[in-house]
């Protein structure tokens, strides 16, 4: 695995969704006809064979972003990027890295996120990529196939 093959995507998460700034960029960059379209998405899709790693950082604590958490799930939060954008072109998608409540921790703790957000690094290509759908589970009409 080539570092050319990993894509990071790293932003803030507000207001339950992607910055305004990102939607044009993923509107610009992952175009339709080149990432995907007609019957190549998911693991047909254009950018199949590269990886993408979600890098996170949010000032909730983990326990306010889990199912019965003032939040709910994460998960929940980064399904549209996760799997409509990133999983939709193509791309094996790695474990988000979250970085839990930043804007209030000490200088100490932002040192040790960085160091494991390092390590990650180090080791995406040892990393299991989230399940998606697989084109070949479907019929040419996207149908289900019998088993």
Same mark, same amino acid.
């Given at each position: 695995?080539?570092?050319?093959?990993?894509?990071?995507?790293?932003?803030?998460?507000?207001?339950?969704?992607?910055?305004?700034?990102?939607?044009?960029?993923?509107?610009?960059?992952? *175009?339709? !006809?080149?990432?995907?379209?007609?019957? $190549?998405?998911?693991? /047909? +899709?254009? @950018? #199949?064979?590269?990886?993408?790693?979600?890098?996170?950082?949010?000032?909730?604590?983990?326990?306010?972003?889990?199912?019965?958490? *003032?939040? !709910?799930?994460?998960?929940?939060?980064? $399904?549209?990027?996760? /799997? +409509?954008? @990133? #999983?939709?072109?193509?791309?094996?998608?790695?474990?988000?890295?979250?970085?839990?409540?930043?804007?209030?921790?000490?200088?100490?703790?932002?040192?040790?996120?960085?160091?494991?957000? $390092?390590?990650?690094?180090?080791?995406?290509?040892?990393?299991?990529?989230?399940?998606?759908?697989?084109?070949?589970?479907?019929?040419?009409?996207?149908?289900?196939?019998?088993?």
């Amino acid at each position: 695995m080539q570092w050319a093959d990993l894509v990071i995507f790293h932003f803030p998460i507000y207001w339950f969704s992607m910055p305004a700034i990102m939607k044009g960029w993923i509107d610009r960059v992952l *175009i339709s !006809g080149l990432c995907y379209g007609g019957m $190549r998405f998911y693991d /047909r +899709g254009g @950018l #199949a064979g590269k990886k993408a790693m979600l890098a996170v950082t949010i000032g909730g604590q983990p326990h306010m972003l889990e199912d019965g958490g *003032i939040h !709910g799930a994460l998960e929940d939060m980064l $399904r549209p990027i996760l /799997r +409509g954008t @990133l #999983a939709y072109t193509g791309m094996a998608v790695l474990p988000p890295f979250v970085a839990h409540h930043v804007p209030y921790i000490s200088q100490e703790q932002r040192v040790a996120l960085l160091e494991q957000y $390092r390590q990650t690094l180090q080791r995406h290509a040892e990393l299991v990529h989230l399940r998606f759908p697989s084109m070949d589970d479907f019929d040419n009409q996207l149908c289900p196939k019998q088993l």
